[in-house]
């Protein structure tokens, strides 16, 4: 069996099983069964979210509050860039990839490469690749490595749950909508590699969202003067106009929109497959039921028939 056939198989029968738990659960009836092996896993995947919780909250507060600790950084980029314009442009684009592979996605990066990468296009080619390339890697991991784990985890989870039906239903215009959210990076990533889309439904919107973002803010260090203010305050919000954050929030607010429209189309549309099934159901009972009677109604005539033909003793 390829690869391909064994994907459909395993997504046909998820779907169908989430489609279920999302009824009941939508519903208020309990989804919920004695499963040691699902138990187990959700213990160590919640073990695994909280010590990545706590490294990933402890570097970003690092960054932004600890003012040594973003020149650090800067320094040992910068160390990177001094063994030529290529060789640079190399080092930094592999610890940008590291940086999105474990999750530590931070803007500031993008704005120190752009610093020290020239010309603009260069930089933004470096960044956009190794962000790209970290993405894609972290999508194939999520759907060949750790997919089954986390569904035994995990399906059980409403919210899980949701946002799988949501990708089935509408998987190119949920990846584009993820593009504008600020949210982990492994949602953008390990987590799209469990739900049902393709390699080209992740790629292009992938693609397109990591270019626009590293070009904003590569374009912003490519045309700084000076990093002293950057790296005094680490606060990069101030680099962001007025306009663009207002715009930010409407465009979060709209795709919120969406998504809560679209979760109650699914569970609509779930509530119309159920009832379908139902009546095809009793219209199937009703057809044997017919059957039944007709087979009844030929068996009486032939005994009818049969007695009236049986010659009558003397």
């Not at 073990?47 to 020149?71: A, N, P, Q």
């Not at 990468?117 to 970290?134: E, M, N, R």
Request: proline share 2%.
């Amino acid at each position: 069996m390829s690869d391909q056939t064994r994907d459909q198989l395993f997504y046909e029968n998820q779907s169908k099983e989430l489609r279920e738990k999302y009824q009941k659960a939508k519903e208020g009836s309990s989804t919920s069964e004695h499963n040691p092996k699902r138990d187990k896993a959700q213990k160590v995947l919640m073990l695994i979210m909280v010590l990545y919780s706590i490294i990933l909250v402890t570097f970003v507060l690092l960054l932004y509050w600890v003012r040594d600790f973003r020149y650090f950084c800067f320094n040992v980029l910068n160390d990177f860039n001094d063994q030529g314009h290529y060789i640079g442009a190399f080092y930094i684009g592999v610890i940008g990839l590291w940086f999105v592979l474990t999750g530590f996605n931070v803007v500031l990066y993008d704005i120190l490469a752009g610093f020290l990468i020239h010309p603009f296009w260069f930089a933004l080619f470096t960044v956009s690749l190794a962000k790209f390339l970290a993405k894609y890697i972290g999508f194939l991991i999520g759907r060949y490595a750790i997919r089954s784990f986390i569904y035994t985890a995990m399906n059980e989870n409403i919210y899980f749950i949701t946002c799988y039906l949501a990708t089935e239903r509408k998987p190119t215009k949920v990846m584009y909508l993820l593009q504008f959210l600020a949210i982990p990076t492994i949602f953008k990533t390990y987590a799209c590699g469990l739900f049902r889309i393709t390699h080209w439904e992740f790629i292009h919107p992938t693609f397109f969202g990591t270019v626009i973002w590293a070009g904003f803010w590569v374009y912003m260090g490519s045309n700084l003067d000076s990093l002293a203010d950057v790296l005094q305050s680490g606060d990069t919000s101030n680099y962001v106009p007025i306009w663009l954050k207002g715009l930010m929030f409407i465009i979060v607010t709209l795709i919120i929109y969406y998504f809560i429209r679209l979760t109650n189309s699914i569970y609509t549309e779930i509530q119309n497959d159920a009832s379908l099934a139902d009546l095809s159901h009793i219209l199937e009972k009703e057809d044997e039921e017919q059957e039944k009677l007709l087979i009844c109604n030929e068996v009486n005539d032939e005994t009818q028939i049969q007695d009236e033909n049986e010659p009558i003793d003397a």
